[in-house]
């Protein structure tokens, strides 16, 4: 059938029940059913499958998709039949199939049942399946999730590479690349891999103006932050991704105690078990998956109402595909992130095994992520910039739907800054990456601004009124701006443009915003609350603290020895209102809540009462106790008088590491006699004088004991005899 003669119409009402095709489904039906090659970029929940499907169920012979995934093509195979009354229109080729179901395969495609075969790159290869399909007549080949092509697409798959070659063998066929994400360099791999720059392209808006993007600092409360999330939104749907297995376990687990109906899913799981959760959430019999991106692809669940990355994911192509599968329902969508710069640098870690050329990709594609969680102005707008699109945050839709133009930083004029920072660029010859340029601005000598000398340039630490992280801001903005651009192709070398060469002649405006600053650096030893959107009640706080005061004035103690400032902000945060509940608040164990609670509680419950407050009594978090086996451990051997190394090296921890536990043991209202330790340590003495230093300090602070002591004990011995002290005066 020519494309003349079909009512496309009719087609996709028979087939998919719809009257009206969806955004630029048409045109590329249209090309395709023409016989031309096409390229689709169409981001998640657009109706990308479609696109090929109908062609395929129209046309005269058999079309092959390849795709990356059996669970994908499993579910698109049982979708096809679905639509039809012959169970063969669609089929599976792939390593899991015996020998009859191969010859099934094979009788129905030569019988003309099969409209749509579904191969793994994999297969395609194999000879025997080569050689068949050429005898057979074909109507196109789409290539889905065509950005594996790509060592810039997020999922590069080398078998992607080999496909092109194949596809010549089989004849003169059509050639369909399909991706969700690609950005502009990604796009051009793939064509230029397929062999086919002739192509039709079709490009959605990347743009999904019902979703909402957050990022938020990622504290050690982080899973106490993610539970109280899915409270606010409970009996919806959500996916939580991790990076590995083990934390997608933990977080399950985590999330089942506290009463939150998930299941984990990743690659370690047998194909039962995963089977088995996926359904159950697809059928609403569990409202979260906590997961690794083994997860989603091709879970077509509209109404998924938020994401949650426990862990900031490899590139901005993942973090859009997955937030992408939010809210496709157009409804609501909310996708938070949780951001540390340390779990960047746990991803540079595993990358340095890798060719030194997958190392540089990596490290380009991990910058743009750091770039987008630091940014301070619209994500949407930075986000779709990456995309290769513009987007207007005046007007453009969705533009209120992210947490930096709800609150927004404060901006300054920065029209003279940019002027000096394009200048850098144009001066150092377009020759350095970002870091390079920064430096050269501050006066920071590296061994790549020696080699091109350019420490002794005239222009050399013009910049130096501001430091690297502002500059970092602001080249960023500028980015976006378009006034420079990034050369991906040599690993982002800063670029000067037309639209930047003409703002260094003429300069206009430049109202910039500083970048978010994720890592407040906390003490080491001083066990922080959640930094999250949820703040404590603040006049009970200052109610708590006085009582405090008085109770510890009674007992003749320092007031942070009764209970430590977060956890006077976490019970003006959960109103606990009884000794039992108390022992949920942080940092306090039974012990403690037993010893000084009462007369906390009851002023909460005084003040619950008088102020006809609604008490959060879901947001008590209960850990797995995967963590209590270790305190246990801990206890019973200090009991034992065991050596701390000892203990330390059988549970595979440092000194810092156990040293930390002690300390949360304490200070949740456990002793822990190790007098016995600190007497090799330190003599009477000396213990005396920290002992008498803790007793009339303000604060527990080992800075502020350090800078007291000026060098006459290290860190190590400040925290042994912090946890003796707390451990005799407190419990």
């Not at 009719?10 to 096409?38: A, H, P, W």
């Not at 749509?116 to 399909?133: D, G, I, M, Q, R």
């Not at 969700?180 to 720059?197: F, W």
Request: charged residues 30%; negative net charge.
């Amino acid at each position: 059938m020519k494309s003349t003669e079909i009512d496309l119409h009719k087609e996709l009402k028979k087939y998919f029940g719809f009257n009206n095709f969806k955004g630029l489904q048409e045109d590329v039906v249209r090309s395709i059913i023409s016989g031309r090659n096409t390229f689709v970029i169409m981001p998640t929940g657009g109706g990308k499958s479609l696109c090929y499907q109908l062609p395929a169920l129209v046309l005269e012979g058999t079309a092959i998709v390849v795709s990356p995934l059996i669970a994908l093509m499993k579910n698109q195979v049982d979708a096809i039949r679905s639509l039809s009354s012959e169970s063969g229109v669609a089929h599976v080729l792939n390593s899991s199939l015996t020998k009859t179901e191969v010859n099934q395969v094979k009788n129905d495609i030569t019988s003309g049942i099969t409209k749509l075969l579904y191969v793994a790159p994999e297969s395609l290869t194999k000879e025997e399946y080569v050689n068949f399909l050429k005898g057979v007549p074909l109507s196109f080949v789409a290539i889905d999730e065509a950005h594996c092509i790509s060592e810039w697409g997020h999922d590069f798959r080398p078998e992607y590479r080999n496909l092109r070659n194949i596809i010549k063998q089989l004849g003169d066929v059509p050639i369909i690349g399909l991706t969700a994400t690609a950005t502009p360099k990604v796009q051009e791999d793939i064509l230029k891999n397929l062999d086919m720059t002739d192509a039709d392209t079709y490009k959605a808006s990347f743009n999904r103006p019902n979703l909402y993007y957050e990022v938020r600092t990622k504290t050690k409360n982080v899973e106490s932050d993610i539970i109280r999330f899915i409270r606010q939104h409970k009996g919806k749907s959500g996916v939580i991704y991790c990076l590995s297995r083990k934390k997608v376990e933990e977080i399950a687990q985590v999330l089942q105690v506290n009463g939150i109906s998930a299941v984990p899913y990743h690659a370690g799981l047998d194909a039962k078990t995963r089977a088995k959760h996926q359904d159950m959430f697809l059928m609403e019999d569990v409202d979260v998956v906590v997961a690794t991106i083994a997860f989603g692809m091709g879970i077509d669940k509209p109404d998924v109402r938020f994401v949650i990355h426990h862990d900031i994911p490899k590139s901005l192509e993942s973090y859009y595909q997955e937030t992408g599968r939010a809210g496709r329902d157009g409804g609501e969508g909310h996708c938070l992130a949780y951001y540390s710069y340390k779990d960047i640098e746990k991803l540079e870690k595993f990358m340095s095994g890798k060719p030194i050329a997958e190392q540089e990709i990596g490290y380009a594609l991990l910058q743009e992520v750091v770039a987008y969680a630091e940014t301070s102005m619209s994500r949407r707008k930075f986000l779709l910039h990456y995309f290769g699109e513009e987007f207007d945050e005046e007007t453009g839709e969705g533009a209120d739907m992210d947490d930096n133009v709800r609150n927004p930083k404060k901006k300054v004029e920065a029209k003279d800054e940019v002027v000096l920072l394009l200048e850098t660029v144009r001066d150092t010859r377009q020759l350095y990456k970002a870091k390079e340029i920064i430096f050269t601005l501050i006066g920071k000598v590296n061994a790549v601004i020696k080699s091109h000398k350019t420490d002794a340039q005239p222009f050399f630490g013009k910049g130096a009124a501001h430091d690297e992280k502002y500059w970092m801001a602001l080249l960023r903005q500028v980015l976006v701006e378009g006034y420079l651009s990034k050369d991906i192709e040599s690993y982002g070398v800063i670029k000067l443009t037309a639209k930047g060469e003409s703002f260094i002649s003429s300069p206009v405006s430049f109202m910039m915003s500083e970048d978010h600053d994720y890592n407040e650096n906390e003490d080491e030893t001083t066990v922080t609350a959640s930094k999250s959107s949820v703040t404590s009640d603040e006049v009970l706080t200052g109610m708590l603290k006085d009582l405090r005061k008085k109770v510890a004035k009674k007992l003749g103690v320092p007031p942070f020895v009764v209970f430590q400032d977060p956890s006077l902000e976490d019970m003006a945060l959960k109103y606990p209102v009884s000794v039992e509940e108390l022992s949920g608040v942080h940092g306090v164990g039974e012990g403690k809540a037993k010893k000084y609670g009462k007369e906390f509680v009851d002023l909460i419950a005084r003040y619950v009462e008088d102020n006809d407050i609604i008490r959060p009594d879901d947001l008590v978090v209960k850990s797995t106790g995967a963590n209590s086996g270790l305190k246990l451990y801990i206890i019973q051997n200090i009991d034992r008088k065991l050596p701390l190394n000892d203990i330390a090296r059988a549970k595979g921890l440092d000194m810092d590491a156990l040293l930390k536990e002690m300390e949360q043991i304490v200070y949740s209202g456990t002793r822990l006699n190790i007098k016995y330790w600190i007497d090799e340590i330190l003599d009477d003495e000396q213990q005396e004088e920290i002992h008498d230093y803790f007793m009339e300090s303000e604060s527990d602070n080992i800075k502020d004991a350090l800078k007291e002591f000026d060098g006459d004990y290290d860190t190590e011995e400040l925290r042994l005899m912090r946890i003796k002290f707390i451990s005799e005066v407190a419990n």
